[in-house]
Structures are given as C-alpha cells and as structure tokens.
C-alpha cells in the first residue's frame, strides 16, 4: 500500500516561492510516475505537473510551465514542487497523486490514472 503525505503549504504574499514537498512510503518511487494536482474551491482538480519513472515531466502549460518545477529525490523517497512567483490564482489545495502504471504523457493530466493520493496541503496567495 502507497501512503503520501504533503506538506510545505501555507499563506504568502504575491510573487513568493513556496516548496511543496510530498513523502511517499510503501514503495520505492523509482517505478512511480507521479504527479501534482491542485482544487481550488468550488473547481474541478486540475493538474500542474508530473514526472515519470524516467525522469521525464510534463507541466501545465496555462498555470505551471516557467513558475513550477517538479522533481524527486529518490534517496529520500519524496517528490518536489517548486513554485516561484505565486498569483492569488495559485490558492488551492495541492494533492501529490502516484500511480505504478506506465502512463503516456497525456495520461499524466488525467487525475484518474492515479491510484494513490494525499490528504492535500493548502496554499493561499493573498493580494
């Protein structure tokens, strides 16, 4: 059984960085592909990013690619979102999501190829 735990949110300003971090047990994330979604309020949950088993990753284009950057530590079994430049559009709560399939990329947007989830970590941008 795959258990992920976030963590990193909170409330900051317009333009900070924040790191999301999520901790994966009960299985080496080597063989994972992972990602990174997000649910504002009264919306749908959305993806940001992802990285496969590879190495490889794919970002949103609208809301992640140049501000976020996913990555893993394999040693420590964890995955990573970095974000820069926060907009108050970016309040949501962040779900990481894993699956031990072999996704093709386009998959990867889909919050349901992934199998396990976390409990989500809130992020607020205030204005």
Known sequence: QVQLVESGGGLVQTGDSLRLSCAVSGRTINTLAM?????????????????????????????AKGRFTISRDRGKNMLYLQMNSLKPEDTAVYYCAVTT?????????????????????????AS
């Open 101 to 125: 399939g072999s996704p093709i990329t386009s998959s990867l947007w889909v919050a349901s190829t992934f199998e396990y989830w976390g409990q989500g970590t809130q992020v607020t941008v």
């Open 35 to 63: 990602a990174w979604f997000r649910q504002a309020p009264g919306k749908e949950r959305d993806f940001v990013a992802a990285i496969k088993s590879s190495g490889g990753t794919s970002y949103d284009t609208n809301s």
